[in-house]
């Protein structure tokens, strides 16, 4: 089975422009969650959503948003992008939050 | 004070040395708990969940104490492809993961 997979895998925008990453979940998991991780910490939780709706949300601003479709996949937008989103955006998916949850490579966005 | 936090590190060991990375967590809710690796420039990888009676995979163990709010990682006979960066996550039940800053390790020769 593929594990999760994100695209694009890396990414340059410009200030003030605005960004859509994507996601498709492991086969069967209907829980996603997105991350992000600036070099030399650990990932940041932005948002979960697990069949369609939103189940949580991290210390973000309102530019970043996100959905679910219904085939599971993924979509996070980020408008008016600053320098300081410039990070590694990871999506994760999970069967259960017993078990973990499994990263995608992460699309490296970068803001210039 | 940081829901999770971890050793600074880097741990620098030498090949077939014992080391162990240590983790605390604040929130007392916390109902589940894991260890990743994450290589340079990579995802992180889960490595193991972590059970209230300890468990062991291999070369590694992780222990867990819940009245402490303590997590720990135990490497065995390290190899010098377990230098990765180690992250310790905990999750209050029905949220989000919750990551540590994560703690380096280089094995060397």
């Known amino acids: 089975d593929a594990g999760v997979t994100q695209s694009p895998t890396h990414l340059i925008k410009t200030r003030g422009q605005q960004v859509t990453l994507r996601c498709s979940p492991i086969s069967g998991h209907k829980s996603v969650s997105w991350y992000q991780q600036v070099l030399g910490q650990g990932p940041q939780f932005i948002f979960q959503?697990?069949?369609?709706?939103?189940?949580g949300r991290g210390n973000f601003p309102d530019r970043f948003s996100a959905r679910q479709f219904p085939n599971y996949s993924s979509e996070l937008n980020v408008n008016a992008l600053l320098l300081g989103d410039s990070a590694l955006y990871l999506c994760a998916s999970s069967r259960d939050r017993e078990f973990g949850a499994f990263f995608g490579q992460g699309t490296r966005l970068t803001v210039v | 004070r940081k829901e999770v936090e971890q050793d600074p590190g880097p741990f620098n060991v030498p090949e077939g040395a014992t080391v162990a990375f240590n983790c605390t967590y604040s929130?007392?809710?916390?109902?589940?708990f894991f260890w990743y690796r994450q290589d340079c420039r990579k995802e992180p990888k889960l490595l193991m969940s972590v059970y209230s009676s300890g468990n062991e995979d291999g070369r590694f163990t992780a222990q867990l104490n819940r009245a402490s709010q303590y997590i720990s990682l135990l490497i065995r006979d390290s190899k010098l492809s377990d230098s990765a960066t180690y992250l310790c996550?905990?999750?209050?039940?029905?949220?989000?993961?919750?990551f540590g800053p994560g703690t380096r390790l280089s094995v060397l020769p």
């Open positions: 929130n007392s809710a916390s109902q589940s």
């Open positions: 996550v905990v999750s209050p039940y029905g949220q989000n993961f919750v």
């Open positions: 959503y697990y069949e369609k709706e939103e189940r």
